[in-house]
Structure formats: structure tokens, C-alpha cells
């Protein structure tokens, strides 16, 4: 499996790493802001449950409207079991993917995505625009429904191609900041709903969010326990810029990683998507004694956060649905 760049900005955006890179390399390429950053950081404790231990059923369900992003070269016919019906994919877990550290959590997973996508209609779902770039080509990739701890292997009916990229925005400006990009499936999705996602307005600050994806390629996470901020530093230093680009993007304190870009953003109390997941800090460290990488923890202050989330009402594509 491979994970590649998907974009360079001024900042830094959550993108894809290869696999095959070097420790020193993933100190040196970051997912989030400027030309170089580690890819994960945790807000206060570690947030994220195993999709089928989380305690709210709803967003249970809902999570199974939240696809994987995937090279389709890293899937082959299970030939083990039924290679006709059904797929399996190259076994590699996060502690060799990432040099993660062994007794951080999650290290001895499989990782397989890239990115994190999520329906909006029978054959449409959404990502972040810098997910799908010319480095990651719509026949290039598969979307794969049910990607959870334990998964070996992928029925046929839950993997779904890209027919063809509809709309999608990469820019951004001092003023003006667009990451999204609308899928259109090779088939309606059969027995997953679209989820239901705001189509006007703003949520209000400090509203409870939550997040479906999967963090670094892990099978599926949920993670809640972030709220809306009012912003960051940036925000204090430049807030005239900060003002308008906000039109277009909302702050939060998510615990999320690079393969959650493009993961749907709820409202916990309305269970509306609220928005794409579209950057986020550099917080992941080199534990110099043990020679691994760990998480990186940051305060859950309001000036604290780094995760940027498209609002998903900017899609003008949306508005005919």
C-alpha cells in the first residue's frame, strides 16, 4: 500500500505518506500546516472508540454510511476463501506502517485507507478536495464500506469505484479556503443510508461534535468529546483575514489523524454533518529513548485547536440534493 502526497498549500493540509517512508522522513512531512508537519494529535485524553463499542447506536448506524478511501491495488481476491465474491488487501500494521510505538493504541492494526469519504446520496458521497488530486486519479481508487477492527476481508458488495469526480474545489486565498470533493459511485450503495447534513446556518460555538473516519489508515474510529471553538491564534493575530475565511470553515479540538480527511463532522445533538475534515495540527513525536513515534497530547483550550472542517452547506453541488 502506498500513501502519497495529495497536496502542498502554504499551510499544511492533512494528506496521505507513503507507507515505505523512513522514520526520518515522517519526522519531516507533515499532514496539516506549512512544509512539514507530524500527522495526528489528541486534545486532552484520547477520545476515539471502536465503532461497535460506541455507546450511542445512532451514530452507530450512521457510521456505516463512512467509507474508506483505497488504492485499488491494495486489494486482491480473497483466493484463501471465495475469490468471486469476495476481497482481502496486504496486511501492514500502524507500528510498521508508521514506526508507531508497540503500547501506543491501535499500533498492532492493519491500516489500509488513505482518506475517509461519506454518503450524501444512493451513489454520491464527499471528501476532502485534497484527497482526490491528479496524484490519486477517480479509477486509481476504491471506496470500501466496513472497514472495522477485526476486518480481513471485504465482501464485493461493499466496495464501490469511482465513476467520476462531480465537483470538487482545492484553493485557498487569504480570504477564502475550499477542500471538497463530490464522488459519484459506479452503483447506488445498497443497505446504507445517506446521512442527513445541514443545509443552512452555522453551528453555534461550543456545540458537541463528533467524528466517523479512520484515523491513519486504522479501521473505523468514533471520536466526540470536541466541541466548536472560536478559533486559534491565528485568529487573534490576523482576524480581519481570519473573519472571512471562517465563512468557509469552522475550529474544533477533534482527535483526528491524516486518514481522516475528508471524514463527515456531526452536530452530537442534532446528528447533522456539520462538515468535511479537512486539516489539523502537527502534534505526533519522536520518543528519542525507544526510537518510535507517539502521540502528542495538546490542551483542550480554546486557542489550542488545529482541526479545520469544511462547512459542508459551502457545496454549492449539495443544494440540488
Partial sequence: ?????????????????????????LCLIK???????????????????????YPDRS??????????MVRTRSLRPDFAT??????????????????????????????????????????????????VTEDTPCDSYSWVFG??????????????????????????TKFKLKDYAVIKLDREVVGREPLEFRKKGKPNWGEDLLIIGHPYGLPQKIADGAKVKTGNLLGVFK???????????FITNLDSFVGNSGSPVFNQETGLVEGILIEGADDFILDEEEGCQRTAYKKNGNHHAEEKVFRINRIEYLKNL
Fill in 31 to 53: 499532514p496539516a500546516y506549512g512544509e512539514g508537519s507530524n500527522f495526528d494529535v489528541i486534545y486532552g485524553k484520547d477520545n476515539r472508540f471502536e465503532t461497535s463499542e
Fill in 59 to 68: 451514530f452507530r448506524d450512521k457510521a456505516k454510511s463512512v467509507a474508506a
Fill in 239 to 249: 482576524p480581519f483575514q481570519t473573519f472571512f475565511r471562517k465563512q468557509d470553515f
Fill in 82 to 131: 471465495d475469490p468471486d465474491n469476495f476481497t482481502t488487501f496486504f496486511k501492514k500494521t500502524a507500528s510498521r506502517s508508521y514506526n508507531v510505538c508497540k503500547d501506543e493504541p491501535y499500533a498492532e492494526q492493519n491500516v489500509l485507507p488513505i482518506c475517509t469519504g461519506f454518503l450524501v446520496a444512493p451513489d454520491t458521497l464527499v471528501t476532502a478536495g485534497h484527497c
Fill in 147 to 172: 472497514f472495522e477492527e477485526g476486518t480481513t476481508r471485504f465482501s464485493n458488495d461493499n466496495i464501490y469505484r469511482c465513476k467520476e469526480v462531480v465537483s470538487t474545489e482545492l484553493s485557498e
Fill in 1 to 25: 500500500m502506498d500513501f502519497n502526497h495529495l497536496i502542498t498549500f502554504n499551510i499544511k493540509k492533512k494528506k496521505a505518506i507513503s507507507l515505505g517512508l523512513t522514520l526520518l522522513q
